[in-house]
């Protein structure tokens, strides 16, 4: 008999715990940024992808506990190893690297994976959560 496939497992057991069966249930984002790149994010830190399209930081229609939330935790955490990135981005984060840094605070992000991040955050809405963290290990 031939065995399911991890995705067809993974489904079912999504589907049993109510779950959607064909999201990662991803609990947040890590960017990974690579060593030697001058990243310091600072106030602000953003994630656009290659063709311009803003996949984090923007701050517009902010309700009243997102705000509060951004003056107590930041918009994001800033770590050297992913341990401790998911203290903010959870126990299933997306990770993903960047492709290079602009300006010191832009973390550049191939078009595709762009498009993967927006549609994971459909689903489970970890970016206006600010359920992200930026990774740099020199």
């Known amino acids: 008999e031939e065995k399911p496939s991890v995705e067809a497992a993974s489904i079912r057991k999504n589907k049993e715990t109510g779950l959607n069966p064909y999201a990662h249930n991803y609990t947040g984002l890590i960017i990974m940024i690579k060593p030697g790149e001058n990243f310091h994010g600072r106030m602000s830190p ?68 762009a498009r993967n991040i927006l549609m994971e955050n459909s689903l489970s809405q970890f970016l206006s959560k600010f359920k992200v963290s930026f990774v740099q290990i020199n």
């Open 46 to 113: 953003r994630i656009v992808s290659e063709s311009g399209v803003s996949v984090y930081c923007n701050m517009d229609g902010l309700n009243e506990e997102q705000f509060n939330y951004l003056i107590n935790n930041g918009i994001a955490i800033f770590s050297d190893n992913i341990e401790s990135a998911k203290k903010r981005s959870g126990e299933n984060p997306m990770i993903v690297e960047a492709e290079s840094v602009l300006g010191g605070d832009t973390a550049i992000i191939d078009d595709n994976i």
